[in-house]
């Protein structure tokens, strides 16, 4: 039985003559908890954005599901769930009504449609809160209404980008408790990027770092920190390794990064 769920083969996405993705290979595991981790500027949004059908390759390919990334979109989207970094909730509707909306968008069964939501606003502990407008939600309960947006119609594969952006400690904590729950739970497969060393520890099975466009290094958080150093070592000192250990224009993000980053922490917050 094949239990990869999600390979790429040289995925690559040039703009102009930047190469921001260069012949990614990887492969991901059902049930996997997969870290994709990097400085801004190291290729890990477009690599979301391509696994995710938003941006088509230059080059290369990926399977997801068995599907085909590039001749078969719509079987992939079918397939996945994606939280950006960004709202993606409407904070003037309730959190029912948001459901209901991406219930359609799905194109969930109407006749199953009140179930799910019934159902992931009770695995999302949303219950009580179903019918209140969301722009009165608190961060880490806007981003499990998110969560349970993009987990309506049952994904093999769900992809969370920077998903405990802006939020304060105890928020963090719950998003990790309900991924790891989905995992048990659904059998999902989660594949995240994050900015927060703690969390890619703490979630992730394997973790790939990324830099400049390349993968420089896979494995375990275990394996990396062993690689690296000895006793004491920390996913801080591997993510400094990996990534060249040096201060960069790229690695610091752009204007708009920067704006885009600290609107969502504004906004979860």
Not at 4 to 23: E, H, I, M, P, W
Request: net charge neutral; glycine share 10%; with cysteine.
């Amino acid at each position: 039985m094949n239990t990869t769920v999600l390979s790429t083969q040289k995925l690559t996405r040039k703009f102009g003559d930047l190469t921001a993705v260069n012949q990614l290979d990887v492969t991901v595991e059902r049930g996997e908890v997969f870290g994709l981790l990097g400085p801004n500027g190291a290729g890990k949004t477009t690599v979301i954005k391509m696994l995710t059908t938003l941006l088509r390759p230059t080059s290369g390919g990926a399977e997801i599901a068995g599907f085909d990334l590039v001749r078969s979109p719509a079987e992939v989207r079918r397939v996945i769930g994606y939280v950006p970094q960004l709202l993606s909730a409407d904070g003037a509707l309730t959190g029912a009504e948001n459901l209901r909306v991406f219930a359609e968008l799905y194109d969930i069964p109407r006749a199953e449609r009140r179930a799910r939501i019934d159902d992931a606003l009770a695995f999302m502990d949303l219950g009580a809160a179903a019918d209140r407008l969301v722009r009165t939600y608190s961060g880490g309960m806007i981003r499990r209404l998110e969560i349970a947006q993009s987990m309506l119609h049952r994904p093999e594969v769900l992809f969370l980008d920077e998903p405990t952006v802006g939020l304060d400690p105890t928020a963090r904590r719950a998003v990790w408790e309900l991924v790891s729950q989905l995992r048990s739970t659904y059998g999902t497969t989660v594949f995240l990027t994050t900015h927060y060393m703690d969390e890619a520890d703490q979630l992730c099975d394997r973790i790939a770092f990324m830099h400049l466009g390349t993968v420089t290094a896979i494995g375990t958080p275990a394996a990396l920190k062993k690689s690296v150093g000895g006793t004491g070592t920390t996913l801080d000192d591997v993510f400094a390794y990996f990534t060249g250990g040096t201060l960069q224009e790229a690695e610091g993000g752009s204007y708009r990064d920067t704006v885009r980053t600290r609107r969502t922490a504004r906004r979860l917050g």
